[in-house]
C-alpha cells in the first residue's frame, strides 16, 4: 500500500520510511505540506502520515485542504500533547494522534490498524458476527422520512440533501439511523464504528458528533435530529418532533 509521510525532519522521515519498507509498505516522502497537496491530487495513496509542524504550513491546514477532496485516512505527527490538538485533530477529520517522540514500529501498528478498518468487512460488534452479504445493486436506497440513506453508494441525504460525511460522521449517522430513537452508548457507537478503538481517544464520538451536527444544522438550524442522552448515550429521531 501507497504511505505519504508529509515531515521536514529528514532523520524522523527516514526512520519512517525505514520501518514501512520492513513491513512490506511504499512510503513516498514529502518535506512541504503545499506538495503533499498536490501530490494527492494526482496519486491516490492509502494513508497519510502528516507533521503539524510544517515550515510551509500548519498540518492541520493541510489537512483541511486534503479533506476538501479525499478522505484517505491522515495520522498526525507532533511535538504538542495538548488534548485541544488531539480534539483539533479529529474535528478536522484526522483518524489518529502520535506524540514525538515515538517508535517507528509503533507508528507502523498504527498504520495497520486504520488500514485494517478501511478494508475490512463492516463487522456488527454488538451482535457479534459479520453482517451478511447484501446484493447492494439490487437494494433501494433505505428511505427513514428525514433521512434517505443508500447502502451501496455509502451516501446519506437529510431533508433532500446529499451529506458531505467523513467516513466516522456517516459511521455513526448510520448506526444511529439503524435503530431510530434508540439510546446508543458511546462505547457502543466506538464499537460499531471505529472497529478497534485502541487507538482513538475518549472524546472521539463526542467530537465527530459535533461535526455531524454541524453538518445538519447548515441545512436546518432550528432542528437537531440528534438528541444528547447526559451519561447515556445519543439517540437519533427521523421525525419532526
Known amino acids: 500500500m501507497q504511505i505519504l ?3 521536514d525532519e529528514q532523520s524522523i522521515a527516514d ?40 515550515p510551509d504550513m500548519n498540518g492541520f491546514e493541510v489537512c483541511k485542504a486534503i479533506r476538501e477532496f479525499s478522505d484517505v485516512p491522515i495520522i ?40 485494517k478498518r478501511v478494508h475490512k468487512p463492516i463487522i456488527d460488534k454488538t451482535l457479534g458476527h459479520p453482517v451478511p452479504h447484501i446484493n447492494t445493486q ?27 460525511l467523513t467516513r466516522y460522521e456517516y459511521g455513526l449517522l448510520k448506526t444511529l439511523l439503524s435503530q431510530p430513537e434508540r439510546v446508543f452508548s458511546r462505547e457502543q457507537l466506538m464499537t460499531a464504528v471505529w472497529s478497534d478503538n485502541c487507538g482513538s481517544f475518549d472524546r472521539a464520538v463526542d467530537t465527530h458528533i459535533k461535526g455531524l451536527r454541524a453538518k445538519l444544522k447548515q441545512i436546518e438550524p432550528d432542528f437537531d435530529p440528534i438528541k444528547t ?10 421525525t419532526h418532533d
Open 15 to 54: 526512520n519512517i520510511v525505514y520501518a514501512l519498507k520492513l513491513d512490506g509498505f511504499s512510503p513516498t516522502h514529502c518535506l512541504l505540506g503545499e506538495a503533499a497537496i498536490a501530490m494527492l491530487k494526482s496519486t491516490p495513496m492509502d494513508l497519510v502520515i502528516l507533521d503539524v509542524g510544517l
Open 138 to 164: 439490487s437494494q433501494p436506497p433505505a428511505n427513514t422520512s428525514l433521512f434517505l440513506s443508500d447502502d451501496a453508494k455509502k451516501q446519506i441525504h437529510y431533508q433532500g440533501t446529499l451529506l458531505n
Open 76 to 115: 498526525f505527527l507532533t511535538a504538542r500533547d495538548h488534548e485541544i490538538d488531539r480534539v483539533v485533530g479529529l474535528e478536522i477529520g484526522g483518524d489518529d494522534y502520535v506524540t514525538k517522540p515515538f517508535s517507528p514500529r509503533e507508528l507502523v501498528a498504527r498504520v495497520k490498524v486504520i488500514l
Open 229 to 238: 442522552h447526559r451519561g447515556l448515550g445519543y439517540s437519533l429521531s427521523i
Open 5 to 7: 509521510i508529509v515531515e
